[in-house]
């Protein structure tokens, strides 16, 4: 089990990678259904290099977590405690995840 100093730790981390509105944003997204690259960049209506540019630290932090489908590769939100504190801020916020529907792969 982990002692408190190794839990504040990572939730520092956590806090860390998420306090950039961009990725907040991606996981927020992802966190409605796990979707590929181009239809996050077009639901959230940000240049693709953009986006793969956050989901890369999101991924390198453990937050994110992807799989290659054919030519396609698919993200979603692994960490739990990440789905939490976005889950209690949306709804502390009244904010709804991506309004566009992400099924359209």
Known sequence: ???QNQI???IAEILKVLGHPIRLRIV???MTQE???K???SCLDLPQATV???LAVLKGKGVVNSEREGVVM???VEDEISKLIVRSLMEKYGMDCCERNLAGE
Request: charged share 20%; proline share 0%; aromatic share 14%.
């Open 1 to 3: 089990m982990e002692d």
């Open 8 to 10: 504040c730790q990572r």
């Open 28 to 30: 927020q997204t992802l």
């Open 35 to 37: 979707s590929c690259v």
């Open 39 to 41: 239809n996050l960049w």
């Open 52 to 54: 793969s540019q956050h």
């Open 74 to 76: 698919r993200y979603w």
